[in-house]
């Protein structure tokens, strides 16, 4: 069974550095067609893709936020990591990390974790 | 990057069909990927590169592609159905490297 599971701070400053984990198990970052993916969600308001790893390692992200982005893995620890700097209140959503199995496309969610940004 | 469009509502009579569209100027060029979201909770891949459909998901799930238009078909709507779905597409290569979500539609099932 695949799951995942994300990690961090419920509560960040302005101009804080976030950092989130995903947890997952049931697969393997190493596999051959595997990444992992974050994306986040403000209350009330859409999907919005932040970034992706894949099992070469390789690392994109959305263009709107590159500068200020960061992702990497663990692939012993079965864990991604998201930094993203200069919080600002406007970054408060739900942050989602996903499977992606580039056959299929983001076939697997975490349940999510609400970050507000507020001083 | 660039943007995908979908209607902010459609609201169907519980056994009609419901047609939920996307349009996008590079869509012709890469496939679609739909997904459901029920309040409070993550979202469901529920139609894969267009018109597949993932294990468990109800036949009465299904996808299509026209030009810039990909449209999502729920056949016979149920009161379960009601919930916001978003398409999102990917490089027709079969990597990621530039990921965009549409709006959103919520499905409202009278």
């Known amino acids: 069974q695949v799951t995942l599971r994300e990690s961090g701070p419920a509560l960040v400053k302005p101009t804080q550095t976030l950092t989130l984990t995903c947890t997952f198990s049931?697969?393997?970052?190493?596999?051959?067609?595997?990444?992992v993916s974050w994306v986040r969600q403000p209350p009330g308001k859409a999907l919005e893709w932040l970034a992706l790893?894949?099992?070469?390692?390789?690392?994109y992200y959305s263009t709107s936020l590159k500068t200020r982005l960061t992702i990497s893995k663990d692939t012993s620890k079965n864990q991604v990591v998201l930094t993203m700097t200069n919080m600002d209140p406007v970054d408060t959503a739900t942050y989602y990390c996903a499977r992606l199995d580039i056959l299929t496309g983001f076939d697997i969610w975490g349940q999510g974790t609400m970050v507000t940004v507020s001083s | 990057s660039y943007e995908l469009t979908q209607p902010p509502s459609v609201s169907v009579s519980p056994g009609q069909t419901a047609r939920i569209t996307c349009s996008g100027d590079?869509?012709?060029?890469?496939?679609a990927y739909w997904y459901q979201q029920k309040p409070g909770q993550a979202p469901v891949l529920v139609i894969y590169?267009?018109?597949e459909r993932p294990s468990g998901i109800p036949e009465r799930f299904s996808g299509s592609s026209s030009g810039t238009t990909v449209t999502l078909t729920i056949s016979g709507v149920q009161a379960e159905d009601e919930a916001d779905y978003y398409c999102q597409s990917a490089d027709s290569s079969g990597t990621f490297r530039d990921v965009v979500f549409g709006g959103g539609t919520k499905l409202t099932v009278l």
């Open positions: 590169k267009d018109s």
């Open positions: 590079a869509l012709p060029k890469q496939y």
């Open positions: 790893i894949d099992w070469d390692d390789d690392k």
């Open positions: 049931g697969f393997s970052l190493s596999t051959s067609g595997m990444c």
